[in-house]
Antibody, heavy 122, light 111 residues
Framework: HITLKESGPTLVKPTQTLTLTCTFS??????????VAWIRQSPGKAPECLAV???????RYIPSLKNRLTVTKDTSKSQVVLTMTNLGPVDTATYYCAHRPGSFFTSWFDPWGQGIQVTVSS | QSVLTQPPSVSGAPGQRVTISCTGS?????????VHWYQQLPGTVPKLLIY???NRPSGVPDRFSGSKSGTSASLAITGLQAEDEADYFC???????????FGTGTKVTVL
């Protein structure tokens, strides 16, 4: 049974850096093929996959935010950390982490964490 | 800006069949990357509905089915029920963006 849970600040000031932690159970990020994704969703909008980190340390970032994102993993703690710099109001959204099974090109996201609502405001 | 396009809304009466399209391009669906579908009930977390174009995870009713051909994919809901009222998103991989992409989303309304 796989579970994931996001933690971090829910209110961030403009220009600050956001650090979110995903703590998961039921799988290991040292197992070949496994991955964890960070996905965000603004109200009324479609989800947007921000970053993915794979069992071998490979990372993928959405091109439009690549310069602002960093994703790292701590396999021993079963945690993945997303860092996003220079936040602005448009970054207000619910941020989810999700388990990414399957092979690289055919993968889906299941399950998702409960999400954390992040508001960017002064 | 999503590279997978869906109709903003579809509606149907209880018991009817509705379909949701997901239109991509040669860099995603046309590159033979699988499509997956998610259901998001109001105020809840997206839930995997279909994976690998046509497969249903355990617990998903067989009223939901998926298909894919070329640069397009479809999700069909037969025997529409009130509980199916939700947002639905398709998802795949894009070779140009080199990451996973979601569709624009479709709101299903049960009349």
């Amino acid at each position: 049974h796989i579970t994931l849970k996001e933690s971090g600040p829910t209110l961030v000031k403009p220009t600050q850096t956001l650090t979110l932690t995903c703590t998961f159970s039921g799988f290991s990020l040292s197992t070949s093929g496994e991955g964890v994704a960070w996905i965000r969703q603004s109200p009324g909008k479609a989800p947007e996959c921000l970053a993915v980190i794979f069992w071998d340390g490979t990372q993928r970032y959405i091109p439009s935010l690549k310069n602002r994102l960093t994703v790292t993993k701590d396999t021993s703690k079963s945690q993945v950390v997303l860092t996003m710099t220079n936040l602005g109001p448009v970054d207000t959204a619910t941020y989810y982490c999700a388990h990414r099974p399957g092979s690289f090109f055919t993968s889906w996201f299941d399950p998702w964490g409960q999400g954390i609502q992040v508001t960017v405001s002064s | 800006q999503s590279v997978l396009t869906q109709p903003p809304s579809v509606s149907g009466a209880p018991g009817q069949r509705v379909t949701i399209s997901c239109t991509g391009s040669s860099s995603n669906l046309g590159a033979r990357h699988d499509v997956h579908w998610y259901q998001q009930l109001p105020g809840t977390v997206p839930k995997l509905l279909i994976y690998g174009n046509t497969n249903r995870p355990s617990g998903v009713p067989d009223r939901f089915s998926g298909s894919k051909s070329g640069t397009s994919a479809s999700l069909a809901i037969t025997g529409l029920q009130a509980e199916d009222e939700a947002d639905y998103f398709c998802q795949s991989y894009d070779d140009t963006l080199r990451t996973y992409v979601f569709g624009t989303g479709t709101k299903v309304t049960v009349l």
